[in-house]
């Protein structure tokens, strides 16, 4: 079952990675709603959302969730003590709003900017609200584990609309301009290698003058000297 969830989450991910650039390390925003579900059901949040969101994780909240935990006082301390140590993103709202209408702000001002939320809640009219708002991703607390909600049709047509923009485009440009062949690029027929026909440097330094010199010298044909045949009787005649 565990092995299921973490590939469920996985596909969620995934999704939400390739179309709104939400990657690790993730930025959880959580209310106090998560928070006491985290500790009915003895959860870990710092242990267990980096293993079922298979990346880093920076776990933050903000300070109108912080004064409703506050004002509704001993019910919810434990989920205040546990929203305590997380790091407190600024917020807008002054005075404080409802954790739902703070929440769903970020939410709206994330898709459009470049600081990306992955919002855990347990609060289902916030939950509802969230779906309506186009890559945002939902964490909740079920059966004593921590899941991620479905993509919401929302979030689906969003991601879907820039293809069928650009299909749009095409369309009209083949409307006006008709179909365009996309001819083929004739191969150009490539000359000899420059380098190949550059010409020898001469060597005109004196120690190539003596080289060639010397080569000039042994290379001329010596002559040989033949010995002259002396006559028979001119030899015979002296000897007598």
Same mark, same amino acid.
């Given at each position: 079952m565990k092995v299921k969830r973490i590939k469920r989450a996985n596909r969620i991910l995934t999704f939400f990675k390739y179309n709104y650039k939400i990657v690790p390390p993730f930025r959880v925003l959580v209310d106090g709603t998560f928070c006491n579900a985290a500790l009915a059901n003895k959860i870990n949040l710092r242990e267990q959302l980096p293993k079922y969101l298979g990346g880093d994780v920076e776990i933050v909240t903000t300070k109108c969730v912080l004064a409703e935990l506050e004002r509704l006082g001993s019910p919810v301390y434990g989920a205040l003590v546990i929203c305590r140590q997380f790091t407190v993103d600024?917020?807008?709202?002054?005075?404080?709003?409802?954790?739902?209408?703070?929440?769903?702000?970020?939410?709206? #001002?994330?898709?459009? +900017?470049?600081?990306?939320?992955? !919002?855990?809640? @347990?609060?289902?009219?916030?939950?509802?609200?969230? #779906?309506?708002?186009? +890559?945002?991703?939902?964490?909740? !607390?079920?059966? @004593?584990?921590i899941l991620l909600d479905r993509v919401s049709e929302v979030s689906k047509t969003a991601a879907e609309q820039p293809?069928?923009?650009?299909?749009?485009?095409?369309a009209m440009k083949a409307a006006v301009f008709g179909e365009q062949e996309v001819k083929k690029k004739k191969r150009k027929i490539k000359g000899a290698n420059p380098l190949s026909c550059k010409k020898k440097k001469v060597d005109n330094s004196a120690d190539a003058v003596v080289r060639t010199g010397e080569r000039t010298a042994s290379s001329k044909r010596k002559r040989s000297k033949r010995k002259r045949a002396t006559d028979p009787e001119t030899s015979n005649q002296t000897i007598t």
């Open positions: 600024m917020c807008p709202h002054m005075p404080h709003r409802s954790p739902t209408e703070c929440l769903a702000h970020l939410a709206r #001002r994330a898709a459009k +900017g470049n600081t990306k939320y992955i !919002i855990a809640t @347990n609060d289902d009219s916030l939950s509802e609200k969230l #779906r309506t708002i186009a +890559g945002t991703p939902i964490l909740y !607390i079920k059966y @004593n584990a293809k069928s923009e650009i299909d749009a485009v095409k």
